[in-house]
């Protein structure tokens, strides 16, 4: 079954509000950390924010402290709440969870990263 679920996206006016929410099937036992990503046509998919397994974070200069990633330790899904939003936020916002071991804090910003989900689009106008 589909191991990551992307929800939460929709089409809001500059400055809202919007959280996204990623369903973790696998729960914690193979997710060293977590991301967030965003894409655009045209433009590389691009980290917005991470976090590990000691719920350290890091996050995009673009994003930092607008966006803010948490992982639920009961349910092992991972969210991301998104403020003063801006139109270049606007993308098609993928969760993912990486795999392999030695990488904590800011290190897991960029990965590497080995699931993904489907995306879910947001719209910032």
């Known amino acids: 079954h589909v191991q990551l679920v992307e929800s939460g996206g929709a089409s809001v006016q500059a400055g809202g509000s919007l959280r996204l929410s990623c369903e973790d099937s696998e729960n914690r036992s193979s997710r060293n950390y977590m991301g967030w990503f965003r894409q655009v046509p045209g433009k590389d998919r691009e980290p917005v924010a991470s976090?590990?397994?000691?719920?350290?974070?890091a996050y995009a200069d673009s994003v930092k402290d607008r966006f803010h990633i948490s992982r639920e330790y009961g349910t092992d899904d991972v969210y991301l709440q998104m403020n003063s939003l801006r139109p270049e936020d606007t993308g098609l916002y993928y969760c993912?969870?990486?795999?392999?071991?030695?990488?904590?804090?800011?290190?897991?910003?960029?990965?590497?990263?080995?699931?993904w989900g489907q995306g879910t689009q947001v719209t910032v106008s």
């Open positions: 993912s969870a990486g795999l392999h071991p030695g990488y904590s804090g800011e290190w897991c910003l960029h990965g590497p990263y080995d699931v």
């Open positions: 976090i590990d397994r000691a719920q350290d974070t």
